[in-house]
């Protein structure tokens, strides 16, 4: 049996979880095998990130997603920006940002950041177009 016919040892069913970190509301939604935190903005993640304790690392949830054969999507404005868990793949970026073995991914960071750019635009545009 190959590693895509086994089982999932653990799955995770959500349909309205709603998780608050430093007053920031995260939705959770699930597949089974793969659990997505959606952050509205990249100040709102950023500020989540600075909220987490100075001497945190994401080797001790990454190994129980992995034991269990989960993986943690953490998005932004619809993007991914890191992957946690059994599915990660984490390269130079993610071990030059410290954060290994979470997998950082830089076409999410940028088009969240775009994202959130545009969108400020579009707001100073109606106020004053």
Do not use: Y
């Not at 007053?23 to 100040?43: H, K, M, N, Y």
């Not at 030059?96 to 960071?109: D, F, I, K, S, Y």
């Amino acid at each position: 049996m190959s590693r895509t016919d086994a089982p999932t040892p653990f799955s995770v069913t959500t349909d309205d979880l709603t998780l608050t970190v430093d007053g920031i509301q995260i939705d959770v939604r699930s597949t089974g095998d793969r659990v997505f935190l959606e952050v509205p903005t990249v100040r709102e993640a950023l500020r989540v990130a600075r909220s987490l304790p100075p001497d945190a690392d994401a080797t001790g949830p990454t190994r129980l997603l992995a034991a269990t054969d989960l993986t943690t999507e953490v998005r932004v404005r619809g993007r991914t920006v890191a992957v946690l868990g059994a599915d990660a793949r984490p390269g130079p970026l993610a071990a030059n940002l410290g954060v290994a073995p979470a997998e950082v991914r830089l076409g999410g960071v940028i088009g969240a950041g775009w994202s959130g750019l545009s969108a400020a635009a579009d707001a100073v545009r109606r106020r004053f177009g």
